[in-house]
């Protein structure tokens, strides 16, 4: 039972590339998160996910696009990347969206944007 | 809008002693939930402990334990017996009703051999 994880761990882009992190969990659960993580700052929801073929803006949806074709798999994509766009991106999953639910996380991306 | 405040950007303390991390969390909801997640330099966000707004008692998970204080709205964490491992990054976490979680700026903890 992996978890949650992430791929890749680290990736250095340059203004205007694109690229996408690939967030995998095997726990069967419905809820599906990215987060972006600044320092000085908690984390804060880019997009989430309620199920396989849905997705949802967060927070601070501006400049990324996700999908969620398999229940198992949630990906965030940067069109064209920005500076302001360096973060740990976080990934997180959770089986239902209610309070109640522990949002279990993977061991995030550090992303640079040069 | 709900809002969690980390005053305490850094801490240190002692192994084997014990420390207090302070959050205090801004809510007109009645029903919620609250987290501590640790963040150890490998990054990974792990749940320490976890609190449910409408039971009285505090959580207690081993060495980690919370005051809850419910009308000052605060959320303290204490870890007894520290040790080196516990050195990480610490965020509080306030959920309600939904999916959404909104976490604190964090405290960094420094444990002193």
């Known amino acids: 039972n992996a978890g949650v994880t992430q791929t890749p761990k680290f990736r250095v882009l340059k203004t205007g590339q694109s690229m996408t992190l690939l967030c995998a969990q095997d726990?069967?659960?419905?809820?599906m998160y990215w987060y972006r993580q600044d320092p000085g700052m908690g984390l804060r929801l880019i997009h989430y996910?309620?199920?396989?073929?849905?997705?949802a803006k967060g927070e601070v949806p501006d400049g990324y696009n996700v999908s969620r074709l398999k229940k198992q798999n949630f990906l965030l994509g940067l069109e064209s990347a920005a500076p302001s766009q360096t973060s740990v991106y976080f990934c997180?999953?959770?089986?239902?969206?209610?309070?109640?639910?522990?949002?279990?996380f993977g061991p995030g991306t550090r992303l640079t944007v040069l | 809008a709900q809002t969690v405040t980390q005053s305490q950007p850094e801490m240190s303390v002692q192994e084997a002693e014990t420390v207090t991390l302070s959050c205090t969390y801004d809510?007109?909801?009645?029903?919620?939930?609250l987290f501590w997640y640790k963040q150890p330099p490998s990054r990974q966000m792990i749940l320490v402990i976890r609190?449910?707004?409408?039971?009285?008692q505090n959580a207690t998970e081993n060495r980690f334990s919370v005051n809850f204080q419910k009308a000052a709205k605060s959320f303290s964490l204490k870890i007894s017996d520290s040790q080196l491992g516990d050195a990480a990054m610490y965020f509080c976490?306030?959920?309600?009703?939904?999916?959404?979680?909104?976490f604190g700026t964090g405290t960094r903890l420094k444990v002193l051999a």
């Open positions: 997180a999953s959770s089986y239902f969206g209610q309070s109640t639910d522990t949002q279990y």
């Open positions: 726990m069967n659960h419905e809820y």
């Open positions: 996910s309620v199920g396989e073929g849905t997705t």
């Open positions: 809510t007109s909801e009645s029903d919620y939930y």
């Open positions: 609190q449910e707004a409408y039971k009285q």
């Open positions: 976490a306030y959920s309600s009703g939904t999916y959404k979680y909104i």
